[in-house]
């Protein structure tokens, strides 16, 4: 891939030495701070330090308003050559393969193969293009001077910055020097941030079970109080997505946390016999502020790490995240196990200092990415393209899934088997099982999108999850409890899957467009990173909103199957043939073959 550089500030400036050359820096090799610079008549650009160049690959630089090709090569020489390939138009020398031959340096367009002279820009396989214009490219003279007047020693204990000064993932020095430690410092707290938030968001599907007969509320009625928190968390992921623009991915976690505070000392409060379903009501869509959490937290994580490995860090940051569903319904267990179902006002106790300490923690410890506050028209932008839907729609089949059967798991348990599970305890105990699976499983899809490709990963999982919704319909009509608890383990584990390969399919479609314009265009390809960069972190949010948006319909679905049917028939069969239109939907797109299609989805 090709890096853009971006120059230092305030470079104390050398004369050129008599070493410096039209497309070449010779002699002794620079020190790694020391500056490059690319001249233009009696302007010289600097671009980068010596040290961020790597050997065999080239970068562009912006010099006079052209885009230009450097190279560092095997022997410490720079080179600097236009990057737009005279044969094919497009902007790619950068991204050529540096060699030798016949002991003459040389790069090899990525287009169309011509090799040319580094030192003088020559053609080496043909002497003019298709237009009939020379076919060697401009070079223009590089030099190195000496590094910027270095700043003042820092006091012995320095605050740490809450934002970065600075950061390039995708540069491979940068990375291993920096990069991965304070990348992967800020994925495992905002994992814990996120599994909090989780929790919170998805407490209803514990309390549910506590509610009794005193209570005074049926089947459907609880599959109301289980839908409500998820459509409010579905609604909030836009805003929270913008959030991490506005105010900092640090600075949102720090404030989103200190928001799951707030459900959940209002329902340590009121949660008793004898208060009003209406109260329940209000109860439960404040819990929805921990839904938001996870939107912010992808948005943010996603800014954190390079191209080659964001399948596996979202994968891993929604993984954690999603754990906070079966965690919450473990301590659940636990208190009806031992303190009985009339002391429902435990779970959210519980909590509240964990909130308190997690958010102390996310403040001290996580950091703010330089970024811009173009959410908002990145996400209007992204409206307008067609992938937008097909990738929300498709995770709505994954994630709706997941989090739906997260919350009216226990309910339909309760409905569907109440002879067999005829106790709270009986039926969280089994409740716990699938969230805990599907979270688990959704590292593994991220991992192996990253693999073999998301859209590939993501037919197959909603192939498989058809054929889950048909045991679990089969398991249904024939009273058949085991079939059914094990199938519906396999849907979790699948919409895990699916979760993971969806997610890490939204930034490498937008990398392939970023590509493709960059070849096709003419665009900068720097500019079309960024874009990339704005659009995939919006859509991560749309996608997260209208995938949180599904678990309300799984609700609605059951709990309509439930009042007319007295089963969840009706429900079981709408997922299935839901599934099936998302397996056509994933091969027509993005795996059939055709030269509109984009590659590397």
Same mark, same amino acid.
């Given at each position: 891939?090709?890096?853009?550089?971006?120059?230092?500030?305030?470079?104390?400036?050398?004369?050129?030495?008599?070493?410096?050359?039209?497309?070449?820096?010779?002699?002794?090799?620079?020190?790694?701070?020391?500056?490059?610079?690319?001249?233009?008549?009696?302007?010289?650009?600097?671009?980068?330090?010596?040290?961020?160049?790597?050997?065999?690959?080239?970068?562009?630089?912006?010099?006079?308003?052209?885009?230009?090709?450097?190279?560092?090569?095997?022997?410490?020489?720079?080179?600097?050559?236009?990057?737009?390939?005279?044969?094919?138009?497009?902007?790619?020398?950068?991204?050529?393969?540096?060699?030798?031959?016949?002991?003459?340096?040389?790069?090899?367009?990525?287009?169309?193969?011509?090799?040319?002279?580094?030192?003088?820009?020559?053609?080496?396989?043909?002497?003019?293009?298709?237009?009939?214009?020379?076919?060697?490219?401009?070079?223009?003279?590089?030099?190195?001077?000496?590094?910027?007047?270095?700043?003042?020693?820092?006091?012995?204990?320095?605050?740490?910055?809450?934002?970065?000064?600075?950061?390039?993932?995708?540069?491979?020095?940068?990375?291993?020097?920096?990069?991965?430690?304070?990348?992967?410092?800020?994925?495992?707290?905002?994992?814990?941030?996120?599994?909090?938030?989780?929790?919170?968001?998805?407490?209803?599907?514990?309390?549910?079970?506590?509610?009794?007969?005193?209570?005074?509320?049926?089947?459907?009625?609880?599959?109301?109080?289980?839908?409500?928190?998820?459509?409010?968390?579905?609604?909030?992921?836009?805003?929270?997505?913008?959030?991490?623009?506005?105010?900092?991915?640090?600075?949102?976690?720090?404030?989103?946390?200190?928001?799951?505070?707030?459900?959940?000392?209002?329902?340590?409060?009121?949660?008793?016999?004898?208060?009003?379903?209406?109260?329940?009501?209000?109860?439960?869509?404040?819990?929805?502020?921990?839904?938001?959490?996870?939107?912010?937290?992808?948005?943010?994580?996603?800014?954190?790490?390079?191209?080659?490995?964001?399948?596996?860090?979202?994968?891993?940051?929604?993984?954690?995240?999603?754990?906070?569903?079966?965690?919450?319904?473990?301590?659940?267990?636990?208190?009806?196990?031992?303190?009985?179902?009339?002391?429902?006002?435990?779970?959210?106790?519980?909590?509240?200092?964990?909130?308190?300490?997690?958010?102390?923690?996310?403040?001290?410890?996580?950091?703010?990415?330089?970024? +811009?506050?173009? /959410?908002? =028209? !990145?996400?209007? *932008?992204? $409206?307008?393209? @067609? &992938?937008?839907?097909?990738?929300?729609? %498709?995770?709505?089949?994954?994630?709706?899934?997941?989090?739906?059967?997260?919350?009216?798991?226990?309910?339909?348990?309760?409905?569907?088997?109440?002879?067999?599970?005829?106790?709270?305890?009986?039926?969280?105990?089994?409740?716990?099982?699938?969230?805990?699976?599907?979270?688990?499983?959704?590292?593994?899809?991220?991992?192996?999108?990253?693999?073999?490709?998301?859209?590939?990963?993501?037919?197959?999982?909603?192939?498989?999850?058809?054929?889950?919704?048909?045991?679990?319909?089969?398991?249904?009509?024939?009273?058949?409890?085991?079939?059914?608890?094990?199938?519906?383990?396999?849907?979790?584990?699948?919409?895990?899957?699916?979760?993971?390969?969806?997610?890490?399919?939204?930034?490498?479609?937008?990398?392939?467009?970023?590509?493709?314009?960059?070849? +096709?265009?003419? /665009?900068? =390809? !720097?500019?079309? *990173?960024? $874009?990339?960069? @704005? &659009?995939?972190?919006?859509?991560?949010? %749309?996608?997260?909103?209208?995938?949180?948006?599904?678990?309300?319909?799984?609700?609605?679905?059951?709990?309509?199957?439930?009042?007319?049917?007295?089963?969840?028939?009706?429900?079981?069969?709408?997922?299935?043939?839901?599934?099936?239109?998302?397996?056509?939907?994933?091969?027509?797109?993005?795996?059939?073959?055709?030269?509109?299609?984009?590659?590397?989805?």
């Amino acid at each position: 891939m090709t890096d853009t550089v971006h120059a230092p500030t305030a470079p104390t400036e050398q004369p050129a030495r008599p070493q410096d050359t039209p497309g070449k820096a010779a002699g002794a090799a620079p020190a790694p701070d020391a500056l490059v610079e690319i001249g233009d008549g009696d302007t010289w650009t600097t671009v980068c330090r010596y040290g961020d160049l790597t050997p065999g690959r080239g970068v562009t630089a912006l010099v006079g308003g052209e885009q230009v090709a450097l190279f560092r090569d095997a022997d410490g020489a720079l080179h600097a050559l236009a990057n737009r390939d005279p044969f094919s138009g497009a902007y790619v020398i950068s991204r050529g393969v540096t060699g030798s031959r016949a002991g003459t340096p040389v790069v090899t367009s990525p287009m169309y193969k011509q090799a040319f002279d580094l030192r003088t820009g020559d053609c080496l396989d043909e002497e003019s293009a298709p237009d009939g214009t020379p076919a060697a490219l401009r070079t223009w003279p590089v030099r190195t001077t000496g590094p910027a007047t270095p700043p003042p020693p820092p006091p012995s204990a320095p605050p740490r910055a809450r934002t970065l000064t600075e950061w390039r993932p995708e540069d491979p020095a940068f990375w291993e020097r920096v990069g991965a430690r304070v990348a992967r410092r800020n994925l495992w707290l905002s994992v814990l941030t996120e599994h909090i938030g989780f929790s919170i968001w998805s407490m209803w599907s514990v309390l549910v079970l506590f509610l009794g007969p005193e209570y005074g509320i049926d089947a459907a009625g609880k599959f109301t109080l289980t839908a409500v928190p998820t459509a409010v968390g579905a609604a909030l992921r836009l805003p929270y997505t913008a959030a991490v623009g506005r105010f900092g991915g640090r600075n949102w976690t720090v404030v989103s946390a200190l928001l799951l505070l707030l459900p959940t000392a209002f329902v340590a409060v009121v949660l008793e016999p004898g208060v009003s379903y209406s109260t329940l009501l209000v109860a439960a869509a404040v819990a929805g502020v921990g839904g938001g959490n996870f939107a912010s937290s992808m948005a943010n994580i996603n800014a954190f790490y390079p191209q080659r490995l964001k399948g596996r860090a979202l994968g891993i940051n929604a993984g954690g995240g999603n754990l906070g569903v079966p965690a919450v319904q473990l301590v659940g267990l636990l208190i009806l196990a031992t303190a009985g179902a009339a002391h429902p006002r435990l779970l959210p106790l519980i909590y509240l200092p964990l909130i308190a300490l997690t958010t102390v923690v996310a403040a001290l410890r996580m950091d703010n990415v330089p970024t +811009t506050r173009e /959410t908002g =028209p !990145a996400l209007r *932008e992204i $409206t307008r393209d @067609r &992938h937008t839907w097909v990738m929300a729609l %498709l995770y709505l089949g994954t994630f709706g899934s997941f989090i739906g059967f997260s919350f009216a798991f226990g309910l339909v348990l309760q409905a569907q088997f109440h002879q067999q599970l005829d106790t709270p305890v009986k039926v969280a105990c089994l409740t716990v099982l699938g969230p805990l699976l599907g979270s688990l499983a959704r590292p593994f899809g991220g991992a192996w999108a990253d693999r073999h490709g998301g859209a590939r990963v993501t037919l197959v999982t909603f192939a498989a999850m058809a054929v889950g919704a048909a045991a679990i319909l089969t398991a249904s009509r024939l009273q058949l409890p085991a079939l059914f608890l094990a199938a519906f383990a396999a849907l979790f584990v699948l919409s895990g899957i699916g979760n993971g390969s969806t997610y890490r399919m939204i930034p490498a479609l937008h990398r392939a467009k970023a590509r493709h314009r960059a070849l +096709t265009g003419g /665009t900068v =390809p !720097a500019a079309a *990173e960024a $874009t990339a960069q @704005r &659009h995939a972190t919006a859509l991560i949010g %749309l996608a997260g909103a209208i995938g949180a948006f599904g678990g309300v319909l799984v609700n609605v679905a059951f709990r309509q199957s439930f009042l007319t049917a007295h089963n969840g028939d009706a429900a079981y069969i709408a997922f299935l043939a839901f599934y099936v239109v998302c397996s056509a939907l994933t091969w027509t797109v993005y795996l059939r073959p055709s030269p509109h299609r984009l590659s590397g989805v």
